[in-house]
T-cell receptor, first 117, second 116 residues
């Protein structure tokens, strides 16, 4: 079952360190999305990428956060100089096609739980 | 801007009974899709069912059905014959299909507990 793969599942960082979260989309999917879930809340959109392009980053904090989806390899969500408020579950989703198509289902990975000490 | 409202923070249902989880949405765009996802205690997000705004019939997927009432802007999830494994957090979400965006807007979720 080649679903959306995220690693690591759990990541512990000290304040000021960098966190790198990886996401490999489902086979045949070229659209990747990152969402953040704070405790007791729903998921909040962060960024939408296609291969080598950021399409929509309207949900990304302006500082310290960046995302990429290179031609080869997984998508990376990078958080520099982490703070306690970055502690959350980060989910990646992928879909096979772009907006405008009906039933453009986003399939999610199991998430990365980031804890900042 | 679009919004999803789930007014039931927690629900209980007895095994084998049906349960309805409420979801209302708000958007001025005529073309949109509505989703339900399940998040068990293990944390992953599992896609359950999808309804497009132009779909003529209510979506069904096995024991899941979506009661889509466009005029009321509601998209309630009905789970029939509840099982213990249905205990989880359930999220309603929406995507706007026009304009090139793909971001899902989620509600705050409903925690469902299935009891013997």
């Amino acid at each position: 079952n080649a679903g959306v793969m995220q690693n690591p599942r759990h990541l512990v960082r000290r304040r000021g360190q960098e966190a790198r979260l990886r996401c490999s989309p489902m086979k045949g999917h070229s659209h990747v999305y990152w969402y953040r879930q704070l405790p007791e809340e729903g998921l909040k959109f962060m960024v939408y990428l296609q291969k080598e392009n950021i399409i929509d980053e309207s949900g990304m904090p302006k500082e310290r956060f960046s995302a990429e989806f290179p031609k080869e390899g997984p998508s990376i969500l990078r958080i520099q100089q982490v703070v306690r408020g970055d502690s959350a579950a980060y989910f990646c989703a992928s879909s096979p096609r772009t907006s405008g198509s009906s039933k453009n289902i986003q399939y999610f990975g199991a998430g990365t739980r980031l804890s900042v000490l | 801007a679009q919004k999803i409202t789930q007014t039931q923070p927690g629900m209980f249902v007895q095994e084998k009974e049906a349960v309805t989880l409420d979801c209302t949405y708000d958007t001025s765009d005529p073309s949109y899709g509505l989703f339900w996802y399940k998040q068990p205690s293990s944390g992953e997000m599992i896609f359950l069912i999808y309804q497009g705004s132009y779909d003529q019939q209510n979506a069904t997927e096995g024991r899941y059905s979506l009661n889509f009432q466009k005029a009321r802007k509601s998209a309630n999830l009905v789970i029939s014959a509840s099982q213990l494994g249905d205990s989880a957090m359930y999220f309603c979400a929406m995507v706007i299909l026009t304009g090139g965006g793909n971001k899902l807007t989620f509600g705050t979720g409903t925690q469902l507990k299935v009891e013997l």
